[in-house]
């Protein structure tokens, strides 16, 4: 088995995550900016929220990164809430930090212990039943949706 490029890789994790966390941070901005020119958004619960997420946000997304599920939600919120960046650029760097070194070491632990296995072919028909249960999953949501 080659040895892995594991700076590389995982430099290119980091920015992965950056980028993509920030580009759905920005969305919520841009969606709260949009939302503020069309209605009024200075009630006094919204202000509260704004307030929790500009304290104890950071945390939260920094821990984002830890879960399956929640980066989305949590990155737009900070947006849409309008951390500030000064909060959330940390947070963020450490959140993908984090996230490159478990899918970086996880990754290679997957692949090395098929390849080095010497059944490759195992690799495939647990990516084909990963692909064939999206499939059929997709194919029930959609017929219950419309049935």
Do not use: K
Not at 15 to 21: E, H, K, L, P, S
């Amino acid at each position: 088995m080659p040895d892995w490029p594991v700076l590389p890789l995982y430099a290119f994790l980091v920015v992965v995550a950056f980028c993509r966390a920030g580009a759905t941070y920005a969305v919520g901005r841009v969606a709260r900016g949009a939302a503020g020119r069309r209605w009024r958004l200075d009630a006094a619960w919204l202000r509260r929220g704004e307030d929790v997420v500009r304290r104890f946000g950071a945390p939260a997304v920094t821990l984002c990164f830890m879960t399956v599920g929640v980066q989305t939600a949590v990155n737009l919120a900070a947006g849409t809430l309008r951390m500030p960046l000064r909060h959330y650029l940390p947070a963020l760097l450490l959140g993908a930090l984090l996230w490159a070194g478990v899918y970086l070491t996880v990754g290679i632990a997957v692949v090395e212990t098929f390849w080095g296995s010497r059944r490759p072919w195992l690799l495939l028909a647990v990516l084909g039943a990963a692909g064939l249960t999206a499939v059929a999953v997709r194919h029930l949501l959609r017929r219950r949706v419309t049935g």
